[in-house]
C-alpha cells in the first residue's frame, strides 16, 4: 500500500478531449473540497477547497490526484491499485464511505462542492490517512485463515458447488474498512471488533475444509462482539463489493446460538 507519490500520470492529465470515433469527452468544472489535518502544524482540523476542471471520465481519486500532482503536493492520502481491488482509499464522500478510485465525479452533485473527509472511528494521521492498526487486530483475533488439522491431503481439500456457495459473498472482501467505519457502535466503542472482522470470519466458519468455525464463534461471541450489532445496515451500503454484510453478521449470530455450521 502507498501513498501519492510514486506513480503514474492521473486519468485527468491524460488528452482525453477526444474519445473513440472521436466523441469529445465532457469536461466540467468541480469544487473538491477536502477536510486537512496536520499535527505538525497545528491540532486543529480545517477545509481546503479547490476548483479544478475535470473530465466526464474523471473519478473522485482523479480529483484528488491532480489537487496533489499540480496544486498542493501536500495533500495526503492512500491509493494504491486504483482499480477498486486494493482497498486502500476508503474515504468519506459527501457524508458516505466510498472507494475514491470507483466514484465517478459525474455521479455526484458538481453543482456543490464535492467534501472528501477520513473514514471515522480511527485514529487520523494526516488528512485522509488513518492509523488502521485498530481494524487489522479485530480482523487477526478473528484468524483469517484456514485451519485444518487433518493431514494435508495429497491434492487439493475438495468441496461441493454448495458448501463453496456458503460463504462465497464474504470471500469478496478487500478490507477497505468503509463498513466498520461507518458502524455507530464502532464511531462510539472502539473495542467493537467491526462487520470486517466479521465478515472475515463469516468466510472461514462457514467453509466446510476448516475446522475451527468453534474457536472463532467463542471470540465473536464477546461482549465486543457481534452482538454489539445494532443491525443499522450502514455497513451493508457503504461496502463497495456489494457483500451482504448484515447478512453475514446475522448468519454468525445464528451460528453461535445454535452451533449449526
Ligand atoms: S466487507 Fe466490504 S466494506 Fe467491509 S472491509 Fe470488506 S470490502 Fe470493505
Ligand atoms: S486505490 Fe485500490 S481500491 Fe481504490
Not at 481439500?157 to 454448495?162: D, F, G, I, M, T
Request: proline content about 5%; glycine content about 6%; hydrophobic content about 35%.
Amino acid at each position: 500500500m502507498s501513498t501519492t507519490s510514486d506513480v503514474a500520470e492521473p486519468a485527468s492529465k491524460v488528452d482525453l478531449d477526444q474519445g473513440e470515433g472521436g466523441g469529445e469527452v465532457p469536461s466540467f468544472d468541480i469544487t473538491l473540497k477536502v477536510r486537512r489535518y496536520d499535527p505538525e502544524f497545528s491540532e486543529e482540523a480545517r477545509w481546503d477547497e479547490w476548483t479544478i476542471t475535470m473530465f466526464g471520465t474523471d473519478r473522485v481519486l482523479d480529483a484528488m490526484h491532480k489537487v496533489k500532482w499540480e496544486i498542493d503536493g501536500s495533500l495526503t492520502f492512500r491509493r494504491s491499485c486504483a482499480h477498486g481491488i486494493c482497498g486502500s482509499d476508503a474515504m468519506r464522500i459527501n457524508g458516505r464511505n466510498r472507494l475514491a478510485c470507483k466514484t465517478l465525479l459525474k455521479d455526484l452533485d458538481t453543482s456543490k462542492p464535492i467534501t472528501v473527509e477520513p473514514i471515522k472511528g480511527l485514529p487520523i494521521e494526516k488528512d485522509l490517512i488513518v492509523d488502521m492498526e485498530p481494524f487489522f487486530q479485530s480482523y487477526r483475533e478473528i484468524m483469517p485463515f484456514l485451519i485444518n488439522s487433518s493431514p494435508a491431503p495429497t491434492a487439493e481439500r475438495l468441496q461441493s458447488a454448495e458448501e463453496r456457495q456458503r460463504f462465497d459473498d464474504t470471500t469478496k472482501c478487500i478490507l477497505c474498512a468503509a463498513c466498520t467505519s461507518s458502524c455507530p457502535v464502532f464511531w462510539t466503542d472502539g473495542q467493537y471488533f467491526g462487520p470486517a472482522a466479521i465478515v472475515n470470519a463469516h468466510r472461514f466458519i462457514f467453509d466446510s475444509r476448516d475446522d475451527a468455525g468453534d474457536l472463532r464463534l467463542e471470540v465473536l461471541n464477546d461482549k465486543e462482539g457481534v452482538w454489539r450489532c445494532r443491525t443499522t445496515f450502514n455497513c451493508t451500503d457503504a461496502c463497495p463489493r456489494g457483500i451482504e454484510v448484515t447478512k453475514a453478521i446475522a448468519e454468525v449470530k445464528q451460528a453461535i446460538l445454535t452451533r449449526a455450521m
